[in-house]
């Protein structure tokens, strides 16, 4: 009788499949960017590529046949997802298996910085992407609330200890730690350096290709202590379009810049509100705003979210509204802004690691030097 497949065996019967955009080199399964997984009896393949359509036909059909050769009655669904590169790892990384550390940040509290990470990483991981969140607001953790997330974290080994999970998302806060979640944090820095240091390195995060950070605001302890300890990938800046607000994002951009974190772009959060039946655009916290940090940063600016209700609404039930109404036109703009997001990382990747431009016929081709 034959065995049953497992994400192993169907991981070793792909292990010669290659991307063709990708002259030479490792395999997608030594590479890893290739994954399988067995759903209700059927398996999933998921691809990173950053090939086009064709390249991406191409893998799909050499998967199929391989996987035809040792498991023909096997249901199988290939989904592709974006290659985004990673940043930089060293031997002394706490987070080895993180492919890249987005922090969010906003140097100033209500600007909705926690509801745009809670979406940026339902965006990621609706993509395809393997996400990761870490709440590191510590005196103020709005995780589990916002994805609805109650109990405490465990170890397994003794060692370490293992995220809460949920819609397939790890994550982390110290939300999930306290007794009473109305009780107030009293700690000064040491002890918030130590509690951080610890999400960073004793939390199994395994493999991700996103971890993304919800700062505090401010400019203090957290973002110094993460630039000390692990390499970040960059920064996305939240702002609402209002003069108030600018006065403290600017700041966090300058933060970043003195500790070397680059920013990945500007997010302008409750940019309009569109009424009922009106279809017009109110500007209601006044218009702009997002574009002058942008402009500030050097960074580009990746989104303008409206100000709609049901995010609040799904936020409060514990449903980000990217996964609650995935269709609706609210979860698009969250969409289009990990789309960007994703997008930007990939270039910030590629142009760390260089970049040769060769003229063919007259036209530019842009290769990737692996160093």
């Not at 040792?70 to 790892?89: D, N, W």
């Not at 500007?266 to 942008?294: L, M, P, T």
């Not at 936020?315 to 997008?343: E, H, L, N, R, Y």
Request: aromatic content about 4%.
């Amino acid at each position: 009788m034959a065995q049953a497949p497992t994400a192993e065996s169907i991981l070793a019967a792909l292990k010669d499949v290659r991307d063709p955009s990708a002259a030479g080199g490792k395999t997608l399964v030594e590479a890893g960017r290739l994954r399988a997984s067995l759903v209700d009896g059927a398996a999933k393949v998921t691809v990173e590529t950053g090939g086009n359509d064709d390249t991406r036909a191409t893998i799909e059909r050499a998967v199929r046949e391989a996987l035809a050769t040792v498991a023909p009655e096997l249901g199988l669904t290939v989904a592709f997802v974006q290659s985004v590169g990673s940043r930089e790892i060293t031997s002394e990384d706490p987070l080895p298996g993180v492919r890249n550390l987005v922090l969010v940040m906003a140097g100033k509290g209500g600007v909705g910085k926690s509801t745009v990470a809670a979406n940026l990483t339902m965006g990621l991981a609706r993509a395809g992407h393997r996400v990761g969140l870490l709440d590191a607001d510590i005196y103020g953790p709005s995780v589990p609330t916002m994805f609805g997330v109650e109990g405490r974290p465990h170890s397994l080994d003794g060692k370490t200890i293992e995220p809460l999970e949920r819609f397939g998302v790890k994550l982390m806060s110290i939300g999930f730690l306290m007794e009473d979640p109305k009780a107030a944090v009293v700690w000064r820095g040491p002890m918030l350096h130590g509690a951080l240091q610890q999400f960073l390195k004793d939390v199994n995060w395994g493999k991700l290709d996103f971890l993304v950070v919800d700062l505090p605001p401010g400019t203090g302890d957290v973002a110094l202590s993460l630039s000390q300890k692990v390499r970040v990938t960059g920064a996305v800046v939240v702002t609402t379009p209002q003069e108030i607000a600018l006065i403290d994002v600017y700041k966090a951009v300058s933060m970043a810049e003195k500790l070397n974190i680059p920013i990945v772009g500007v997010v302008e959060n409750e940019s309009y509100f569109v009424c009922d039946g009106c279809d017009k655009k109110h500007s209601i916290f006044g218009s702009g705003g997002g574009q002058k940090i942008a402009e500030f940063a050097k960074a580009p600016l990746l989104a303008q979210l409206p100000l709609d209700p049901s995010v609040r609404v799904w936020g409060d039930q514990g449903t980000p509204v990217v996964q609650a109404v995935p269709q609706s036109k609210i979860a698009q703009a969250f969409g289009d802004m990990a789309a960007a997001v994703a997008d930007r990382v990939a270039v910030m990747n590629a142009e760390r690691l260089g970049t040769l431009q060769i003229t063919r016929d007259g036209m530019p081709t842009r290769l990737p030097i692996i160093r």
